[in-house]
């Protein structure tokens, strides 16, 4: 059973551009959440997805927007870059009505 | 303000002793507490998860406490060994969030062999 992955690993870019992550959820999971963690932080909530709805959202501009698919999978793009969006991005799945939440292995971003 | 603070940051152990990492909360309305841990550039791991009616949960060499009258939780780790080396996150589902995790900025733990 694969758990949470995510696309790409690593990723460059610089200040302005725009950038798309990629969420496949654990098998069985329907809701993801994304968050960002800089370097030396605990991670921060960006957003929760469910039934292709945003649920929640945390302390993050409308730079940051997301998608959730049919199949679950979700989306999470970046616009206008900014050197603070530096950090890595993790994606959690959850079934709903459980309490256990996990999590990808993360993409890490670079902006320069 | 819903917050989360572990301390100590940082914790250098020698192989096999026992110890205790910190963490706590500023709002006792609580679903669950989770402990995860990061290795350097990785993801997160769950490690054990305490339900808001739960006292305690063990896994192995790994006990964590809850305490939401105080706002506390201990993670203790029985003979510890170089491969426990990490950082050690504390994650809060406060209650009306939504499965949302506020997260303690984690206890980088080192065990010397």
């Known amino acids: 059973d694969a758990g949470v992955t995510q696309s790409p690993t690593h990723l460059i870019k610089t200040r302005g551009q725009q950038v798309t992550l990629r969420c496949s959820p654990k098998?069985?999971?329907?809701?993801v959440s994304w968050y960002q963690q800089a370097l030396g932080q605990g991670p921060q909530f960006i957003f929760q997805?469910?039934?292709?709805?945003?649920?929640q959202r945390g302390n993050f501009p409308d730079r940051f927007s997301g998608h959730q698919f049919p199949n679950y999978s979700s989306e999470l793009n970046v616009n206008a870059l900014l050197l603070g969006d530096s950090a890595l991005y993790l994606c959690?799945?959850?079934?709903?009505?459980?309490?256990?939440?996990?999590f990808g292995p993360g993409t890490r971003l670079l902006v320069l | 303000k819903q917050e989360v603070t572990q301390i100590p940051a940082a914790l250098s152990v020698p192989e096999g002793e026992n110890l205790v990492l910190n963490c706590s909360f500023t709002?006792?309305?609580?679903?669950?507490l989770q402990w995860f841990r990061q290795d350097p550039g990785k993801g997160l791991t769950s490690l054990l998860l305490?339900?808001?009616?739960?006292r305690e949960q063990t896994s192995g060499r790994l006990n964590a406490s809850l305490d939401k009258s105080s706002g506390r939780s201990t993670l203790y780790i029985a003979a510890s060994q170089p491969g426990d080396s990490a950082t050690y996150l504390c994650?809060?589902?406060?209650?009306?969030?939504?499965?949302?995790?506020?997260f303690g900025k984690g206890t980088k733990l080192t065990v010397n062999p």
């Open positions: 959690a799945s959850l079934k709903t009505g459980k309490v256990t939440q996990y």
């Open positions: 098998s069985g999971h329907d809701t």
């Open positions: 997805y469910y039934e292709e709805e945003e649920r």
């Open positions: 709002d006792s309305a609580i679903y669950n």
């Open positions: 305490i339900q808001s009616s739960q």
């Open positions: 994650a809060v589902n406060y209650q009306g969030g939504s499965e949302k995790l506020v």
